[in-house]
């Protein structure tokens, strides 16, 4: 991993390009502290290029200095992630004459895009975020891998495009005023991320997964190369044939993400799909894993006893921490820093613990990540929204709308049931319209839903924000998938939705202990196999991830695979019930808070008061509003001095 910028532009000045340059090449450090390189092209015509680059070696370590040149040295790269079939792209390209000067992956996708252009990304098998300048064509050429694994942000400024590996360093060049994107809050708000290709950043973009990005000086040309897609048969081939060729691809696909010339490790859970990693690393290789684990303090749940069975059964190097709840609260600032964007979830922050645990031993880590989104290991999410969808269409919508505004959503919280149930019974459609908004995104996706914006946005200049849809761009990705079957829909969202973001976090927090984070579960080969398999190796019943079980089974024993599936929890909303909710308050309802004017000051208070009492369950919509205060201070009042350092 590494981290890349530069400034592609006409009629610029070359020192102050460099300056430029320069200071988004620092911020950067923490992506890349083994080495830096930069390059700026010589001005022909209209157009000048600069990259820049921050290197964390992992292959090659002597060769693969960073902006590299092809043999003719008019066509340059700024490349972050790793090519894991490089080796035989290499041997391909050799024999139609390419020249390598080095052993690294970064050379091939040079002299790939040399013989292919565009279509070279068709070519690549790994995760990766680059640019290349084509002297030859003057034009900027860039692409991000298809599940979105490795960043790639970009603005265009009165002609002169910038793009960097986080949004920070392109802040850092100058060329943009800070300032917030208005239009982005209601859909901020109600799923925790901007859903399409804009940021909380005016005028500040992500390329999205699977797409590439050219720019001549004049137009910026945008294309999608590759999206999930569904192979739905009539009939379906038997289960062994699916069992065995997922065995064949997972076992493929965690031997290619070993290749490293440094020392590699696991983040270990003790859930099925790193534990399913680490018993394959342990056969892979000729010497124990290290895995890594963290946890909170005994009064809490940890994953502490699952992790160490499974560490033991591999005979692994086990590592493990410990976080308090004052470390958790103290490394907020230092983290929204790091991701540049408020932390969606409190998972970020234990994310960010264990890489730097990891970096104590390893350089590279492998994590489960992906699983649950190819293979329905939300499970519980799945079969409610199917099985509200079913009763409604069974019985009709068997409740108005104003019945359940009026009635049933008033009186259930104070009904006097325990605070667990009346969960359950919200998440029913007794409480929820059969519209897909609310059964399957309010349900489990929401943090502000479209009512609760209601009342969060204060009157004045941010009311009209309010009348926002910010179910627009979430309800068009559900549309988009070539599948009308209705769990893929599902698991076609996540996958464009939730796990874009949750590859942001683990990239941008991994980063921050300088180690490189990789997902066999997500190389693409797998990927689209997982498109072809028949919906109940998915979802049987309640039950999900029925062939990622079926598979483990081979590896691991009966206890390890199917123990109940928890999650990464985070003790947050406990925390917020002791002497933290104090800080958390002092935040919320600070003067510098409430005269920003976005919020209602009395709802805000009511969501800390509910909370305390036990009421409802707030710790969510509280995260999500602690979070977007303290990105307020750091990226907006504080620029542009928050740019410098973290």
Not at 35 to 50: E, F, N, S, T
Not at 152 to 168: D, M, N, P, Q, R
Not at 171 to 189: D, I, K, M, R
Request: hydrophobic share 40%.
């Amino acid at each position: 991993m590494c981290g890349i910028c530069g400034i592609i532009g006409s009629d610029v000045n070359k020192a102050v390009t460099e300056r430029q340059l320069l200071a988004m090449k620092r911020v950067l450090t923490h992506r890349g502290p083994d080495d830096h390189g930069v390059y700026l092209a010589p001005q022909k015509g209209r157009i000048r290029a600069a990259l820049g680059h921050q290197r964390l070696s992992i292959v090659d370590l002597e060769g693969g200095h960073q902006p590299m040149s092809n043999e003719g040295g008019d066509i340059w790269i700024t490349y972050n992630g790793e090519i894991y079939n490089h080796q035989e792209l290499r041997k391909d390209l050799q024999k139609r004459r390419h020249v390598y000067k080095t052993r690294s992956d970064t050379e091939t996708i040079l002299h790939a895009y040399e013989e292919y252009g565009e279509d070279c990304v068709h070519k690549l098998r790994g995760m990766f975020a680059f640019a290349i300048w084509d002297g030859r064509n003057r034009r900027l050429f860039a692409a991000r891998d298809r599940l979105g694994i490795k960043p790639f942000y970009y603005a265009l400024h009165k002609g002169t495009l910038v793009f960097a590996s986080e949004i920070k360093s392109i802040l850092a060049s100058g060329l943009l005023q800070t300032s917030v994107n208005l239009h982005a809050l209601p859909e901020f708000f109600t799923f925790g991320q901007t859903v399409a290709d804009d940021t909380l950043f005016e005028s500040v973009f992500k390329l999205m997964p699977g797409h590439w990005l050219s720019y001549n000086g004049e137009d910026i040309k945008i294309q999608r190369y590759w999206d999930w897609q569904f192979d739905e048969p009539p009939t379906y081939l038997e289960d062994e044939f699916y069992i065995e060729r997922f065995t064949e691809l997972i076992e493929d696909s965690v031997r290619c993400h070993l290749m490293s010339d440094v020392p590699v490790g696991l983040f270990l859970s003790g859930g099925l799909d790193s534990s399913l990693i680490a018993a394959i690393m342990a056969r892979l290789l000729s010497h124990p894993i290290q895995t890594f684990t963290i946890g909170f303090e005994d009064r809490y749940y940890s994953e502490f006893e699952y992790a160490r069975t499974v560490a033991a059964h591999v005979g692994a190097q086990h590592h493990e921490a410990l976080i308090t709840a004052q470390a958790f609260l103290d490394a907020i600032p230092k983290l929204i820093w790091h991701e540049d964007e408020p932390l969606k979830g409190a998972a970020s922050v234990a994310l960010y613990f264990i890489s730097r645990l990891a970096s104590e031993n390893a350089k590279v880590v492998l994590t489960g990540e992906g699983s649950d989104e190819l293979f329905a290991g939300y499970n519980d999410r799945y079969w409610a929204t199917i099985l509200n969808r079913r009763l409604a269409q069974m019985g009709g919508d068997f409740i108005s709308e104003a019945l359940r505004e009026h009635l049933v959503r008033k009186i259930l919280w104070k009904l006097p049931l325990s605070l667990a149930l009346k969960k359950k019974i919200s998440h029913t459609i007794v409480y929820l319209s059969p519209k897909l908004e609310e059964i399957f995104f309010d349900n489990f996706h929401s943090v502000f839903t479209r009512e609760m914006q209601q009342h969060l946005f204060a009157t004045g200049p941010y009311r009209g924000l309010s009348s926002a849809d910010p179910y627009a761009n979430a309800n068009a990705l559900f549309e988009r998938s070539n599948t009308q079957n209705f769990l893929h829909q599902m698991l076609y969202t996540d996958v464009n939705m939730d796990l874009v973001e949750l590859l942001m976090k683990q990239d941008q927090m991994s980063m921050a202990a300088s180690i490189e984070s990789r997902v066999p579960f997500l190389d693409h080969l797998l990927v689209e196999f997982a498109g072809t398999i028949p919906p109940h190796l998915r979802l049987q019943g309640r039950a999900g991830k029925q062939l990622v079980k079926k598979v483990a089974e081979k590896f691991l024993p009966h206890n390890i695979v199917h123990r109940p599936k928890m999650g990464f929890p985070v003790p947050f909303g406990s925390w917020l019930k002791e002497d933290s909710s104090r800080t958390v308050k002092d935040i919320l309802l600070d003067k510098r808070t409430i005269d920003r004017g976005y919020f209602n000051v009395s709802y805000i208070e009511e969501l800390l008061k509910s909370h305390q009492i036990e009421q409802r369950d707030y710790q969510n919509q509280i995260w999500m509003l602690l979070n977007f205060e303290i990105w307020h201070r750091v990226f907006i009042d504080d620029a542009p001095r928050s740019y410098l350092s973290d």
